[in-house]
């Protein structure tokens, strides 16, 4: 069975940063991408950054790009969001989660768009940046 856990988050001020972690257990197949979403108090969930497993490609939302920085090591299953020059409108809940699968650089942005795609997910946590 696979599962996620996501660990990492914290409290911070706006300028700050943080790195999420997305430890992955269970997974019999190579060829995958993991996935961070996140989901603001009262809003979607929307897709920040996504990694193949095979071969490293990277997408990032627009408002992250610079800031986020997505990566894996693939001997320890894990997967890491690093977190820089954090502003409040980050705030939210960071989910990891896994598609079987690749992305490419034009397919990645349409597969964040589309957490119904996911086939599995951790439980999230929590970032919440202070002003």
């Known amino acids: 069975e696979v599962q996620l856990v996501e660990s990492g988050g914290g409290l911070v001020q706006a300028g700050g940063s943080l790195r999420l972690s997305c430890a992955a257990s269970?997974?019999?197949?190579?060829?995958?991408?993991i996935g961070w979403f996140r989901q603001a108090p009262g809003k979607g969930r929307e897709g920040v950054s996504c990694?193949?497993?095979?071969?490293?490609?990277?997408y990032y939302k627009d408002s992250v790009k610079g800031r986020f920085t997505v990566s894996s090591d693939n001997a320890k299953n894990t997967v890491y969001l690093q977190l820089k020059s954090l502003k409040p409108e980050d705030t939210a809940l960071y989910y990891c989660?896994?598609?079987?699968?690749?992305?490419?650089?034009?397919?990645?942005?349409?597969?964040?768009?589309?957490?119904?795609?996911?086939?599995?997910w951790g439980r999230g946590t929590q970032v919440t940046v202070s002003s």
């Open positions: 989660a896994l598609r079987l699968g690749s992305t490419t650089q034009l397919t990645a942005a349409q597969a964040m768009s589309a957490p119904w795609e996911w086939g599995y």
């Open positions: 990694i193949n497993r095979s071969d490293g490609i990277t």
């Open positions: 269970g997974v019999t197949f190579d060829d995958y991408t």
